[in-house]
């Protein structure tokens, strides 16, 4: 996309990189309002919270679960100078599908806090993530949870594919929880990362992360 095309298109007023994002879920939940969390002060104004929201759907594919989705990895609103650029920002925006927790009650805050730790890690570190990287969570996934999920996985989520957004290239990158022992066989052998997420695969098309598997 050119200046001169952007320019066309939209205006100042325009949350262009948002409006990307909520296009494609809202094809994948049509007619659903999300849950949005935003932070109290936003990241630009002084907050300690990077993302500007998380937003989270239902989801009964496979079964029922939570399903994600950040914003701010990439360019959200409207900017001249990021017009038709190869990436937007960072290039990617962060997604996680969580099978219900029973002591959530339906309320698993703990998630956007782990997707802001993640945002300022990259935020602060100035390193960004691609498909089949992996990281340990110092810990359960989940603070004081008697869970073996302590690592996580990053891969392409299943159903949002990379899109060219006015801004650059998106990709929607899921990040999928996994047990310790995993997490030790990838440290082990670093290119397996692909196989271990087809194997989980086979009984998880979606990967959908659950804190009692073990």
């Excluded at 066309?8 to 262009?16: G, L, N, P, S």
């Excluded at 990895?73 to 937007?88: N, P, T, V």
Aim: hydrophobic share 35%; aromatic share 14%; net charge negative.
């Amino acid at each position: 996309m050119t200046l001169e095309e952007y320019k066309k298109q939209f205006t100042e007023d325009d949350a262009v990189g948002w409006l990307e994002i909520d296009r494609e879920f809202e094809h994948l939940y049509p007619g659903q309002e999300p849950k949005h969390y935003a932070p109290a002060i936003s990241y630009m104004l002084g907050g300690d919270n990077p993302l500007d929201g998380v937003s989270v759907y239902e989801s009964k594919k496979q079964t029922y679960h939570f399903h994600f989705v950040t914003y701010g990895f990439s360019e959200l609103y409207y900017d001249e100078e990021k017009a038709g650029g190869e990436f937007s920002k960072w290039g990617f925006e962060l997604t996680f599908r969580l099978k219900p927790y029973e002591k959530d009650n339906g309320n698993p805050s703990w998630a956007i806090a782990l997707l802001q730790n993640i945002a300022k890690y990259v935020f602060s570190s100035g390193k960004w993530f691609e498909e089949f990287h992996f990281m340990p969570a110092n810990g359960p996934i989940r603070l004081e949870t008697d869970t073996e999920i302590t690592a996580l996985v990053f891969v392409e989520d299943p159903e949002i594919s990379k899109k060219q957004t006015p801004h650059g290239e998106v990709s929607f990158l899921q990040i999928v929880g996994i047990t310790n022992s995993e997490y030790e066989l990838l440290l082990e052998n670093p290119g397996t990362a692909e196989g271990l997420l087809n194997k989980l695969k086979e009984n998880n098309p979606l990967l959908i992360t659950d804190l009692n598997r073990k």
